[in-house]
């Protein structure tokens, strides 16, 4: 059996895709960033008048993100504690992979999942990180 999950308190994908997809006990979300449901705010990102990324926050993303990716466990009855596996895609890996490190550990505070980070020189929105997860979820 599969279900497609959307939060109606994350951000709305960038593309035709749902926010998370069920098969069987496993889940898999789409990579989430650290966008606002309903606008183009961004957490943590000032543009400049041609759209471009002036300053960020990565802090501020990293958390926005997180917390936008609560809202998709949530909402398909999972926690951090179901997540098995996670991609983080930074595209400042020197400065800003200790930060990520930090905020995510508070997050994933019981059984830590698998996790693999990498550089990417850019996303499809102007954001600095985007993370993609699967979680096992047998209830």
């Known amino acids: 059996m599969t279900d497609s999950i959307e939060s109606a308190r994350a951000p709305e994908p960038v593309g035709p895709y749902p926010h998370a997809r069920r098969a069987g006990p496993f889940l ?14 961004i957490p943590g990102v000032t543009l400049d ?4 990324v002036a300053s960020y ?3 501020a993303q990293c958390r926005s993100t997180l917390d936008n990716i609560a809202a998709i466990l949530a909402e398909a009855g999972a926690t951090f504690d179901d997540v ?20 995510y550990a508070e997050y994933f505070t019981g059984m830590r999942p698998a996790r693999t980070t990498v550089e990417v020189t850019r996303l499809p ?15």
Do not use: H, Q
């Open 49 to 52: 008048a041609g759209g471009r």
């Open 28 to 41: 898999f979300l789409s990579g989430v960033g650290p966008r606002k449901r309903g606008s183009k705010e």
């Open 57 to 59: 926050d990565f802090e």
């Open 125 to 139: 929105t102007p954001i600095a990180v985007d993370m993609k997860m699967v979680a096992y979820v047998s209830r």
């Open 84 to 103: 098995v596996d996670v991609s983080v895609y930074l595209t400042n890996m020197a400065g800003d992979f200790a930060t990520m490190n930090r905020i």
